[in-house]
């Protein structure tokens, strides 16, 4: 993108976003191309919806309903790509019982593209995470996790590369300081990298040298604190430069649509999330004209 110039008009639920000037009527009516974005986070193992006395989301959620949302939209739009922030394990009887296979073959059977690493995907150690990586047929990624001296070196990726339709769209992961949150003796030699300088770094990379159109951070950091020394997706946003997207994790923060941030250069990007348990999922709708300036609306989809 050239440019990067929001304009928000909320209804219903969606956010209207254009970018770089260009009319979002314009991009639709002139077939431009269109990439379409879904996400989940903090899904916690909960394969089934929740149950009808459940107090605050009743009969919401479950994996077979989002692999019915999935399947429609990706029909809608073949362009489509589907990431997960983190937190995929620990919250139901499944994960104690199956240690994590069972969610990784249900994602893999929903073909996510990515995914990156929460806190409590190391519940049961590194080496139950590295247990259960051939259940998973897509990528993990986490580019302030050093695993250099642990058994899950070279299995998770700093960053990926997706052209789709044309488009490149470069995606990234962070992951939350372990420490204090986790025993050490469960993630044993994982070093933890500044994510603020890691972002910086990384989206950089995939901007100006890979050439990269769209630049997604998978952040399980956290939404916010209200303290400008904790590493959130806010602080992220306000530190950095080249993110376009940053599809938060970790705080269980419900958001009805995207919420514009301004970069440090006084640019302005996208910060999303969508709750936890699997009771949404987050769907961006991206459209670019020749010029690759882009407009986007967005929305939390009710599961």
């Not at 050093?146 to 990726?157: A, E």
Request: glycine share 8%; aromatic share 8%; net charge negative.
């Amino acid at each position: 993108m050239n440019r990067r110039n929001f304009i928000r008009n909320t209804a219903a639920g969606t956010t209207l976003l254009t970018l770089g000037g260009l009319p979002l009527s314009s991009c639709s009516l002139n077939s431009r191309k269109h990439i379409t974005i879904l996400h989940t986070n903090d899904v916690h193992s909960h394969i089934d919806a929740l149950p009808p006395d459940d107090p605050r989301n009743p009969n919401q959620g479950g994996v077979s309903r989002r692999a019915t949302l999935v399947e429609a939209i990706r029909k809608e739009n073949p362009n489509t790509l589907l990431f997960d922030a983190g937190d995929i394990f620990q919250g139901t009887p499944y994960f104690n019982y199956y240690g994590g296979e069972l969610e990784f073959k249900l994602m893999s059977m929903l073909k996510y593209d990515a995914a990156t690493i929460g806190n409590h995907d190391f519940d049961n150690g590194i080496d139950g995470l590295y247990a259960q990586l051939p259940h998973a047929s897509f990528d993990f990624l986490s580019a302030n996790y050093d695993f250099s001296n642990t058994v899950m070196d070279t299995h998770v990726k700093p960053y990926k590369i997706f052209t789709v339709d044309g488009i490149r769209i470069g995606a990234f992961g962070l992951g939350i300081r372990l420490a204090g949150l986790v025993t050490q003796q469960l993630y044993k030699e994982t070093r933890y990298l500044d994510p603020v300088e890691t972002a910086q770094d990384v989206s950089r990379e995939l901007k100006e040298e890979k050439q990269c159109d769209l630049v997604i951070c998978l952040s399980h950091l956290g939404y916010s604190y209200g303290n400008a020394q904790l590493a959130s997706d806010v602080n992220l946003a306000a530190q950095t430069e080249n993110i376009d997207l940053i599809i938060g994790g970790h705080t269980h923060t419900f958001m009805d649509a995207p919420e514009i941030h301004t970069n440090r250069k006084g640019e302005e990007m996208l910060i999303n999330q969508v709750g936890c348990y699997g009771i949404n999922l987050g769907r961006i709708d991206f459209y670019f004209d020749k010029d690759k300036n882009v407009a986007a609306t967005g929305k939390a989809i009710s599961v």
